[in-house]
């Protein structure tokens, strides 16, 4: 049997605290998710960080793990003498088995050194996915398919590893870094126990136009000189589509224009709102008569918009 680093695999330390074991996986299974990364071999090693964590997630099978001591990397070893009579569920060949369906036979044991009851119904296990979606499916909800291809125990409680689709719903409304349980959607219970639960740490990809915090959406106004000083009606995108915005006369460039409900909206009826911030674009290209309009009132205006240089200079 080959051994297999997995605090090594994670990026943490063997005292690693639960918390950061799962702080580890989290970020890994965001950067290496087949659906969504771009990095080389991303499939083997979301597979490899994946099993590490069905491990070390776990007490029992943590403490099992590391009474096998440390080794290299891939290196061919054997468990201690004693490691089955404590650990395993029966009479184990440590001949061409992989560790992971090795750790993946003791789920379900309840305490060291006692033998569970091979009529006893065992609950499927819980997985957890990194799903990334765009601002427009998670303003509108979407469905994704993940692959699944995890251990999964049959009646005698070994782990096979079973090719495995899994089609689920993304509610409309959901935030980056929000964390969504899907019932019954983990691994097969056996002998009649409960289906395991599906966790899902969303992603949402970065927008062209709008900023996401929480359900607020927040996108750049820009507004020619004129609009912001005499105000104007503009047609304004929002994630539903356009809309007109009423700019008010005298707007300040860095203003927030607020669109109540138009931001994220979730199934209950909590929404957030949309923030117009308000930026002053400056033509670059005028003709003659242009130029002569703004050197017209550049020479009647009063208007001072340093003057409080001055203010805060004078003694």
């Known amino acids: 049997m080959k051994y297999k680093d997995y605090y090594a695999i994670l990026g943490v330390a063997k005292d690693a605290s639960a918390d950061d074991i799962k702080k580890a996986y989290r970020k890994l299974a965001r950067k290496f998710h087949p659906d969504v990364s771009k990095e080389k071999d991303a499939e083997a090693k979301f597979k490899a960080m994946a099993e590490a964590?069905?491990?070390?997630?776990?007490?029992?099978?943590?403490?099992?793990?590391?009474?096998?001591?440390?080794?290299?990397?891939?290196?061919?070893?054997?468990?201690?003498?004693?490691?089955e009579q404590h650990f395993a569920r029966g009479p184990t060949s440590f001949d061409d088995v992989d560790l992971a369906d090795l750790f993946a036979g003791l789920g379900g044991s309840r305490g060291f050194g006692r033998r569970a009851d091979p009529k006893a119904p065992i609950a499927g296990h819980d997985y957890e996915a990194a799903v990334r979606?765009?601002?427009?499916?998670?303003?509108?909800?979407?469905?994704?398919?993940?692959?699944?291809?995890?251990?999964?125990?049959?009646?005698?409680?070994?782990?096979?590893?079973?090719?495995?689709?899994?089609?689920?719903?993304?509610?409309?409304?959901?935030?980056?870094?929000?964390?969504?349980?899907?019932?019954?959607?983990?691994?097969?219970?056996?002998?009649?126990?409960?289906?395991g639960d599906l966790y899902l740490d969303i992603a949402v990809s970065p927008h062209?136009?709008?900023?996401?915090?929480?359900?607020?959406?927040?996108?750049?106004?820009?507004?020619?000189?004129?609009?912001a000083v005499l105000g104007a009606s503009i047609e304004m995108p929002t994630p539903a589509g356009p809309v007109q915005l009423k700019v008010p006369a005298g707007t300040r460039a860095g203003q927030q224009l607020r669109l109540a409900g138009r931001g994220l909206a979730r199934p209950d009826?909590?929404?957030?709102?949309?923030?117009?911030?308000?930026?002053?674009?400056v033509p670059t290209v005028l003709d003659d008569a242009q130029r002569a309009l703004f050197r017209q009132l550049a020479e009647s205006t009063t208007f001072n918009p340093r003057a409080h240089f001055e203010r805060e200079a004078a003694p």
């Open 133 to 195: 979606v765009t601002l427009e499916q998670a303003f509108h909800g979407t469905e994704v398919q993940l692959d699944l291809s995890v251990p999964e125990y049959d009646e005698n409680g070994v782990a096979h590893r079973v090719p495995r689709m899994v089609t689920v719903r993304i509610p409309r409304g959901v935030t980056d870094g929000q964390k969504l349980r899907v019932r019954g959607k983990g691994g097969h219970g056996v002998r009649g126990g409960r289906a």
């Open 53 to 83: 964590y069905e491990t070390l997630k776990d007490p029992e099978k943590r403490a099992a793990y590391d009474q096998l001591g440390s080794h290299a990397q891939g290196q061919e070893f054997r468990p201690p003498p004693d490691w």
């Open 269 to 281: 009826g909590s929404a957030g709102n949309l923030f117009a911030i308000v930026q002053i674009a």
């Open 208 to 227: 062209r136009l709008f900023r996401a915090d929480g359900l607020d959406l927040f996108v750049d106004l820009p507004l020619a000189p004129w609009e």
